[in-house]
């Protein structure tokens, strides 16, 4: 079982910029894809970016050129560096990881809210 703990979420005015980091309790070179959705209220939770165990990442076009992913075998750790942010960026915002038998795993969520 992994466990994933997110942090750095807050309140920020639009333009600026913040960083969420996502702890798994396991070795993260056990886990394939990690990555970040979100969920903003009233609308469904949607995929935002992730990682591959290779490096590759993917992102959604709406925070392509804003947000970046990245992940820290060394730290089991993954990041999610959000920049000019607006206010429709505003959600929770939920670390995933998938393992390499497809079991996926997901964190409590870190509250993101831009203000304009």
């Known amino acids: 079982q992994v466990q994933l703990v997110e942090s750095g979420g807050g309140l920020v005015q639009a333009g600026g910029s913040l960083r969420v980091t996502c702890a798994a309790s396991?070795?993260?070179?056990?886990?394939?894809?990690m990555g970040w959705h979100r969920q903003a209220p009233g609308k469904q939770r949607e995929l935002v970016a992730f990682?591959?165990?290779?490096?590759?990442?993917t992102y959604v076009d709406s925070v392509k050129g804003r947000f970046t992913i990245s992940r820290d075998n060394a730290k089991n750790t993954v990041y999610l560096q959000m920049n000019s942010l607006k206010p429709e960026d505003t959600a929770v915002y939920y670390c995933?990881?998938?393992?390499?038998?497809?079991?996926?795993?997901w964190g409590q969520g870190t509250q993101v809210t831009v203000s304009s």
């Open positions: 396991s070795r993260t070179f056990s886990l394939n894809t």
């Open positions: 990682i591959n165990s290779g490096g590759s990442t």
């Open positions: 995933y990881a998938m393992d390499y038998v497809s079991r996926i795993y």
